[in-house]
Structures are given as C-alpha cells and as structure tokens.
C-alpha cells in the first residue's frame, strides 16, 4: 500500500483556519466559539500533525474536557494524485437523520471513479448517500432511471467536467430544478465553456482540482442544507 500524503503544519492551519472562517461568516458559530476554536488548534498544532501523520487522527482540546477529533482521508484526482482530505467531528454530536444526494456527471470519464469515492468522503460523515444512475442503458431508460433516482433524492450535485461534448448534466440540472430539488453546480474550471447563463442563479462552486472541490463543498455543506431546510443548525 502508497504511504498516505505527509500533513503539513501550514497545510493543516490553512485548511482550519479556511473551515472556521466559513462556519463564522455563515452564522454556524459565532466569534468567540471561532476563535476559541482557533486558539486552541494553534496551541497543539505541532502536536495534531505528528498524530495525523502517525495514527491517522488526533483531538484538539477545547477546554472543559470537550474536543473537536480531526482524521485524514485520502483523496484522489486523475490529474492531480493524492491529496488530503480532513474530517472535523465533535464527539458526542447526536447522528442527524439520514439523507440522499444524487450525482449527475458526464459518465465514461477517467475522473467518474475518483469523483464518487471522494464524495462519498465528504458527504458520509454528515450522514449522506450518495447515489446516481447506472450507464449502460439505452437513452430512454437511462432518462427514465435519472428521474426516478432524482426523486429518491434530498438534493443533487451535478458536475459539468466534460460537458461540452456531452451536456446532459444540465439536462439533469434543469429537471432538478423544474422538480424543486436543491442542487450544487460543481463548475470545472478547465471548460472551453462555463456554466450557461441560465443556471448562473444557482448555487455553483468553482473548482480546477478534486482538492479544491471537496474543500469548498464539505465547508459549505452544512450551509447549504440549512439555508435548504434540509438540517436545522446543530449546536
């Protein structure tokens, strides 16, 4: 088995800091429970590294016994390698109830395996399944079984990486929104062409990298279903 991708000090505070900084500007945590958060992070920050890159996790003490456990994960992208994926959980939070993401993609593309399993990453740890449609299918069924999954769904994520030679994601996009699903507009930035103008509305979340992208989607996550009424905001 590869050895896992060393944690840096920067890379740890840059990603924290990132992920504080959300949660602060979007009203999941307010200024003193950031920067107590922060401070006490910073205070054992040599520490947590060398326990993420020995056992694969560590706690940051928050004062008065309690803690918030990071763990790493692996990430993979085509282009790009491996890179680091953090997990930030309060022990003890009760397991929210169960919910279900379709994800619509261009299929028969290099990235589609790696995109699933790093999703999987991101979304399960909030208690998300992740499904989506089977390919080999005939254009009727396959529309057909891209409805009924759509359906089964609480919202959608929709990536738009090959798009331009096959624009079938926004086909699925538009049906989300017709059928009042939420949705996440993964926009790759290495498109001849972006986003049509028609689905500029929504919420899209640029990426160049799958590092980037499942940065920006497991931050903004708990915003997202909030501001969707999907979770109520968790103390």
């Known amino acids: 088995m590869a050895a896992r991708n060393r944690v840096t000090t920067p890379e740890l505070n840059r990603y924290f800091q990132d992920w504080l900084d959300t949660g602060f500007r979007n009203g999941l945590m307010n200024r003193n429970e950031r920067q107590a958060t922060l401070d006490g992070m910073r205070k ?10 020995r056992s694969g996790s560590a706690k940051i ?50 990235t589609t395996d790696a995109l699933r399993m790093n999703l999987r990453y991101v979304l399960e740890p909030s208690n998300v399944e992740l499904i989506w449609s089977d390919m080999d299918m005939s254009a009727d069924a396959f529309f057909s079984k891209t409805v009924r999954e759509m359906e089964k769904a609480d919202f959608c994520i929709f990536d738009n990486r090959g798009a331009e030679e096959k624009p ?28 049509p103008s028609d689905l500029t509305h929504i919420n899209t979340v640029a990426y160049r990298s799958y590092a980037d992208l ?22």
Do not use: S, W
């Open 61 to 110: 003490p928050l004062g008065g016994g309690a803690g918030l456990m990071l763990y790493l994960r692996e990430g993979k992208d085509p282009d790009h390698g491996r890179f680091n994926l953090f997990e930030i959980k309060l022990p003890g939070t009760k397991r929210p109830r169960r919910l279900r993401c379709f994800l619509g993609q261009r299929y028969g593309l290099r």
């Open 168 to 195: 079938n994601v926004y086909i699925e996009a538009g049906i989300a929104y017709i059928r009042g699903k939420p949705f996440i507009m993964a926009n790759y930035l290495g498109n001849r062409m972006q986003v």
């Open 214 to 235: 499942m940065k920006q989607i497991y931050f903004r996550l708990p915003v997202f279903l909030r501001d969707n009424r999907l979770r109520k905001k968790q103390r």
């Open 44 to 53: 054992v920050l040599p520490e947590i590294v060398r326990n993420l890159n």
